[in-house]
């Protein structure tokens, strides 16, 4: 059993690595950290004097002159591949048989292969601008070396080819390359590329007007050189509209268009090498990758913005709601003559440290009418059944059977009791001594079959302890109320929960098949159109699980048994004459208890991954704005249970450890499910002290 | 009538085992992708070839190799990002004196 449970949790594991490394490589391949635009030079960096194009020879950057090249015009684009402008771009170039090249970002070609493709298909030189438009000088060698090598890859994984030009973003010309620029330019070069500034910036990408960009391209006769333009990066209109006045007017001044290979003097082979069958594998391969993961990150982002609404009007509408069921309720009187014959159910298993004090909580209610105890003991190895006997209580029966699991017990103890309503205790819980006819005054309504009390945490001195009892005063007075009035309430707890007799001989008692029989029942009940409502002032106090590793055994059968029971009673939500209560139910158990803890790690991920990779302050600002909010809730929800609002200091660490300990529990479940693998009801030890405290409920 | 609760069968449960199995096969699949994937874009990114140590470190390993009549020779390859060592290879040693070959 537990290498099958540590296999599960690597498989989760495994998952959430996978998860993160998708996310650091979608962030890495297509944003840029820390390498934005730096300060930028005029006139003065050490390159001012060099020549548009630079090549690394015997240890230096060294120009590349070709005297032929005085009449020439070499048009380059940058920035692209864009599905907007590159190839309207590529069309006026060709109609007008003007050659260019078009320098690339290797995340827009990833996004955008079929563009470079044709471009290469009609002819254009490409060349490499860096995979993110990243500042080389702003990076560290190995990155601006990856930057260049993965772009590289991605060109000859499209096309072919490994074009040996590079152009480094934000140094249009030499004179505006820095000292630290040209250091980390020389790297790049000392890898074998070229690289290739301009001679004339349009500076399209400001959007000066086309005669603006005209002026800029076209440069007195005989004074030829390179043309920088972008066909992407933002609106390039202007560019496009500007570009069949600019090759007009050029050849009007009489100069010939090239490729920058005519216009360096060398062979188009020599910047354009060839790539080996393998270096277009492996970027075929690299491409689809990251397209894979692109659209999975995209589907995520998606998913993670309707989960955020979802969650937002949740708490909004849970809040509205629980707000009106307190209104109603307390204009309802409490009736004390209102007092029918009540049995008590109480299943036990191996409780010899509780037992007693529940029972006796339980004997000394007091409850004006008549009433019974029914202890079943489920096999117990310990003390439980002698010490029920011992305690020589009057309302007090005890049934013993062999160990056959809790709906057994409660089922043997339905057939023994006498009284049509029945009330059903956990042994490690005691009652306050008007628990009983707070918890009964709503059967006065006929269309009510089960009533949902108010689980306490009694034992809330470790953090874990009360984590929970936030948990528990949140759940109880905000989500339980609000389920009252949309009819869809999931679960009544096994801590405290009163039935009707009929309903529960309606559905024949409780069922065996889940591991949340709580659960089981109540969407059992609701499917057969009881009505199920929650009474706060029917408190009843619990042992919580004392330490991570308890809670965590009691979550993990907790989901597992919630999935059971969502696939039990699936068919509420769609089959035919299903009653609205039930499926109403289902939907809430399936939105808020499996599905949306599942999207919990996704949503503090992407949380992480907008501060890395994004702008950090919305993120924090959305952070801090939930925060305020949930603490507000649950300073609402405290209001309404009457508790010490001291507590609430733990509440963000609290909503931070629980999305963990939720998600990993679902995720746990339904590999379990998937699996068919069967998990025993795991019992807690138990520590016992459990005292019902003093707190007016409104 | 109050059912039999311990008769029941639990939800999911598979005694077979066979799903069980195939969830395995399942999670290894998946990790197995996961990591050719980023193997790929790790290789993708960097390049096989900048995997490879500098000439000169290939140099002063192959000058740890002694053999008596043998000495070490890298082969290099002339690459776009310049010369890499692709091999080192046992030759003859062709100034040793007759009788030191072993």
Known sequence: VRRHELTRHLVIGASLIGLVTLLLIQGFTTKTVGAEAGTSVTGSGPLARLPAVLAYRRGKLVPIRNPASRGMIALTFDDGPSPLYTLRIARILLAAHAPATFFEVGSMIVRWPEITRQLRRDGFELGNHTFTHADLAALPSWASAAQISATDSAIAGVTGIRPRLVRPPYASTTSAVSASEARALGLICRRGYDLVFSNYDTEDWTQPGVASIVRNAVPPRGHGGIVLMHDAGGPRGQTVRALPLIIRKLRARGFRLVDLSTYMGVPRSTIEIPASHWQQLRGALLVWVLRVVNFIVSALTLLVEGVTVIVGLRMAAGLGLALIQRRRLRDTTHDPSFAPAVSIVVPAYNEAVGIADCVRSLASSSYRGEFEVIVVDDGSADETAAIVEGLGLEPVRLLRQANAGKAAALNGALAASRYELVVTVDADTVFEPDTLSCLVQRFRDPKVGVISGNTKIGNRGSLVGRWQHIEYVMGFNLDRRAYELLGATPTVPGAIGAFRRVALADIGGVSGATLAEDTDVTLELARAGWAVVYEPRARAWTEAPGNLRALHRQRTRWAYGTIQSAWKHRAALWGRGEHAFGRRAVAVLLAFQIALPLAAPLIDLFAIYSIVFLDPMPILAFWLAFNLFQLTLAWIAFGLDGESRRPLWALPLQQLAWRQITYFVVLDGIILALSGRQIGWRHLERAGGVVAADAPVS | ?102
């Open chain 2, 1 to 102: 009538v109050w059912r039999v609760a311990e008769l029941e069968r639990p939800i999911f449960a598979d005694p077979s085992g066979r799903r069980a199995r195939l969830m395995s096969a399942v999670g290894l699949s998946m990790m197995m992708t996961t990591v050719a994937a980023i193997v790929i874009v790790v290789t993708g990114a960097i390049g096989f070839s900048d995997l490879q140590p500098p000439l000169r470190v290939t140099h002063a390993l192959a000058q740890t190799i002694h053999r008596p009549g043998w000495e070490a020779v890298v082969l290099e390859r002339e690459r776009p990002t310049g010369p890499r060592a692709i091999a080192v290879r046992l030759a003859p040693d062709t100034t040793a004196r007759s009788g030191d070959r072993g």
